[in-house]
């Protein structure tokens, strides 16, 4: 207890953060713990214009106090997958994998009818920035279509990381990331239950960034969703979302 206290007394008067990751959930070698603090951006802002033409929509976003392309401060002590290209906007339509933007444009080509664009800034190793000038969420409507508009106000979960394949080095520390709107989580309130491989690990009561650990080679299937008090799933937009990712110790992946 003694060199605990040391330790601490010794960071605190380097001004740094001990690096003591608080564990929020375990189940057999899996490990949830909450990521190391990362550097903040609550200035950044972003904000969109959707041109429409036809089935395609041309997406232009103005970025503020934030760098695209930059490596976040402390992207080579993170441990875990990092964009080469640096920051970007990550950019999803209707709870798809998102796109990594480094330039502040993109198209999609979508079918008619209504659709949900949400995009946030992001550190180069895909964290998200959770302020909420950094983050828009909007409807796009195709063509000529009765479908209901979307409800904006009611909660919003967006499933951001882990996403597609990790290697070597990058499986040992995976980033669950996601982005939430219209709510709030709390010990005694709305929480995210997490479940890995259709076994819930845990239920996460605060909106941060997690680490998941000892998670073994191969595919695995990440499910979050959005639950009350009593464990029911919220009525919401994408407040149950399923998601599969892999993990390699090198190419080739067996698959």
């Known amino acids: 207890m003694k060199k605990l206290l040391l330790i601490v007394s010794v960071f605190t008067i380097l001004g740094l953060q001990p690096s003591l990751a608080q564990v ?20 950044a802002s972003l904000a969109a214009n959707v041109a429409l033409k036809g089935d395609t929509a041309q997406v232009s976003f103005t970025v503020e106090n934030y760098a695209l392309g930059n490596q976040t401060a402390d992207a080579s002590t993170k441990r875990c997958a990092n964009s080469a290209k640096g920051q970007h906007i990550h950019y999803i339509i209707d709870n798809g994998a998102y796109e990594a933007l480094y330039l502040p444009s993109n198209k999609s080509v979508l079918k008619p009818g209504k659709h949900l664009l949400v995009a946030f800034l992001s550190r180069s190793y895909h964290e998200s920035i959770k302020h909420p000038k950094a983050a828009i969420v909007q409807q796009i409507s195709i063509g000529q279509n009765t479908d209901a508009d979307l409800n904006l106000k009611q909660p919003i979960l967006v499933f951001s990381r882990p996403k597609g394949i990790y290697l070597g080095a990058d499986t040992a520390h995976v980033l669950l990331d996601f982005y939430l709107f219209n709510t709030k989580l709390s010990k005694k309130g709305n929480k995210v239950r997490l479940s890995i491989d259709g076994k819930v690990i845990g239920y996460l009561d605060a909106w941060m960034p997690y680490w998941m650990e000892g998670l073994s080679m191969g595919e695995h299937t990440i499910r979050l969703e959005l639950v009350d008090v009593k464990g029911f799933v919220i009525k919401g937009l994408y407040t149950d979302v399923t998601k599969k990712i892999t993990l390699a110790a090198a190419e080739p992946i067996k698959r």
């Open 24 to 43: 929020v959930a375990q189940a057999g070698p899996i490990k949830v713990s909450v990521a190391t603090e990362s550097p903040d951006f609550p200035e």
